[in-house]
């Protein structure tokens, strides 16, 4: 029988029976003389049907001998999955695979690119987040586009790596080689014999838990159809033509949704709240997940909020994900153990970073390292599946990669190094919040020559980058500093973003960073620096939380400690402070003599920028009790002092109080009915605003703008203004964007609503620029 005959035996017997040479029927069929060679000898066991079919036809067979030849090649050719190293497709995990869907998208591109070449993904990821499974759901999708065979070859690279000998080996026995076969040709020719069976079949192979590019490159095939998924926890850059797919934690609905499957749609209903806090607990990470659902589904009589509660603490969370033989902790370990010393340090080091990302400055500081050893060891823990890279440039750890990574630096390093680790970020963290935020204030700018810092911050634009894209580092150092008695640091920080805070007004941190400083300044016994304090408070309950009383509250006692040491800036800066509460509490009276008590104390001393920033106080005021007149005269004074040769401020402070007196005028001019001229200068205060960077204010002169261009009948103009404001969203104040929103619905033609409904009208909402004595957010400059 032709089945019991190997294909190529069958081949040379029709084509000696038919009188042809290779070279004959090569010509005649199209097929190359090497591919009839190889597939004669044996080296090519399973050649694809069409080039079967033109074989027949070049050697002209009649309806027997093609059948025959025809039932070699199928009885040469494996139909079915092969699973090699005695590990079984996991069909469950398949089964109820969950999310995923651009990646799969992803993979089932890859597939298609055989048509032009063999195609290899790598997909990387940390452990735990579901690379295997992945490439298994997409091995089961695909199947039917790869008649040849899909197989599997675990390479075990993190526990006793397989050899690419030995992998070799496997495979090619999978694809139907014979032991005698494997020693004719030697180890070293069993990498070329298995590139020649995969360059004539459409086959996918999966090489998963690959360890390095070593273990994976002689398994690769270098032509042919065929798709080759190569999982692994480094991203294998060393690999040539390959596509990457990096594998991150899934997304939170995915993570409840594989949770419900695990659980029973009945029981993850019955507590949803529950099952997306253990979804969150566990990272999202698919490992964790899966542990978490299956301790709950082997103990039924468990409520989901129970689990909750074994998870809440984070000391004891990864010993708590862990379920029989599947422990979230030993994943980590297996890929924690073959790290290099410095690196392994370094993940310790960095699970004390107490923000959710970080730069390779972070780990330059906690190893205490130049910042390029720092990027080559990150880059280790990145190649390694611990730490992630991101596409800005920045570091994460995922949330339970960092856990173990504390737990390990508890067992490996003493109380005195964390401490002493601790200590040192936080030092770095605070003092160069400082150093940054000091480009703002008038008395101080650039940094001095001497310092040396591991950023640079060489001018205003990249210290307000730092300081915004480190926000939440060094206000969790700020907490800790407090925590820690450090009060002298606490209160130089606070100090130092006196003027910074009017760029970036609804961060939404400014009162706690207040209240916390106030509570330092107190501790200091400090009544100078405690007034300070208090009167930045009220600055943000001002404009950060729009809680008016209790600013007054914070500006009388301000005001108190101020008394206390005569310190008369300050005074006047509290006076204004409560000026601006007492107007948004409609208590205009009262807001207008503050107003004015201020500028007369400060005109008392030589402190101009707490001057104007009184000025513009003073005029909003005078604008609410409807005496716009003389609003309207104060604000040209603050125009012809700034326009002045000799004035004896400081060109950012002039910015900003520019930008609020053209916005000042226009409101003026609003309120007199001279529609152009309110045009104008809010144009020109959103020039000025932008200029500065403060947004949230670029959208209150678009606002007025937009109101002008309404009462000047030109709708569609103001239109498009408003819709300006609406996208600025949570970077203004929302009863701008509410304001905005009212007047778009008010315009004829269609409007659709991006947002919340329409709140009250167009309100000015109270804006302070900047501080201590100057015309900063202690001043209590209005934003009118």
Known sequence: MAGERPFGVVLRALRQQARMTIEDLSEASGVSVRAIGNMERGQSLVPQRRTVVALVEGLGLGESERELLLAASRAGRPTRAVALAGAAVPLRSVRDFTGRAPHLAWLAGA????????????ISGPPGCGKTTLAFKAAAD???????????????????????????????KALGVTDRRLRQEGAAGHAGLLRALLGERRCLVVLDNARDEEQVRPLLPAAGRSLVLVTSRRPLSGLEDVDRLALAEMEQGEAVELLGRILGEGRADAEPEAVARVAQMCGRLPLALRVAGNWLAVRPAWSVERLVGRLSDEGRRLRALSAGDARVEAAFELSYRQLSAEAARMLRLLSLVPGPDMTVEYGACSAEVDVFEAEDVMEELVESGLLQATSDGRYRLHDLVRLFARARLALEETSEEREAAESRLRAWLLGTAVVAGRWYKPAYGAPPPSWRGLVPLRNAEEAREWLRSEAPSWLAALRAAAEKGEHGRVVEVGDAMEWFCDLWVFWGHWSEVYEVTGRSAAALGDPDIQAFHLNMHAWALIECDHRYREAVERAEAGLYHARLVGDVAQQASALSHAAVAHRKLGEGEEAADKARASVELYEGTDDREGWLGAMVTWGSCLRSLGRVAEAHAQHLRIVAFLDAPDRPVGEHLAGMVRAHTAYALGLDHALLGRWDDAVECHRDALARFRSVGMPHMQASALLGMGEAMIELGRGEEARGLLDEVVEFGDAADGAIVSGARKLLASLPGPFTDPGPGPGPGPRRPGVQVGGRGGAGAGSGVSRL
């Open 111 to 122: 597939a298609e690119r055989v048509d032009e070449g063999v195609s290899v993904a790598v």
């Open 142 to 172: 695909l199947a039917g586009a790869f008649p040849d065979g899909r197989f599997v070859v675990d390479l075990h690279g993190v526990d006793g790596a397989v050899e690419a000998g030995e992998g070799l080996v496997k495979l090619l």
